[in-house]
Nanobody, 121 residues
């Protein structure tokens, strides 16, 4: 079993910054994918940013260079620095990890409970 702890959400004004963090714990053998996804009511959950085991990073097209994802492999942790936030970035942000647990041989996905980001003046 794997647990995810998310932090860093909150209320910021347009143009402001937030740093989201996610830490995984439990009987973890290896983590492949780590990423952040966001969702608003009535819309599909979409990729914000992700990083894989070898450090390849992907960003949603809407990011436009504003966000940076970082991974601390030894700590099973990930952070997302978000700058130049806009009202359109308002959403629930979910941490996602793809994990091989100790004693297992295949990757399984885990989701955090979500942290709210609100961008408003």
């Amino acid at each position: 079993q794997v647990q995810l702890v998310e932090s860093g959400g909150g209320l910021v004004q347009p143009g402001g910054s937030l740093r989201l963090s996610c830490m995984a714990s439990g009987r973890i053998f290896k983590i492949d994918h780590m990423g952040w996804y966001r969702q608003v009511a009535g819309k599909e959950r979409e990729l914000v940013a992700s990083v894989d085991l070898v450090g390849i990073k992907k960003y949603g097209e809407f990011v436009q260079g504003r966000f940076t994802i970082s991974r601390d492999t030894g700590a099973n942790a990930m952070s997302l620095q978000m700058n130049s936030l806009e009202p359109e970035d308002t959403a629930a942000y979910y941490c996602n990890v793809k994990v091989i647990e100790q004693g297992d041989v295949r990757f399984r996905p885990y989701w955090g409970q979500g942290t709210q980001v609100t961008v408003s003046s």
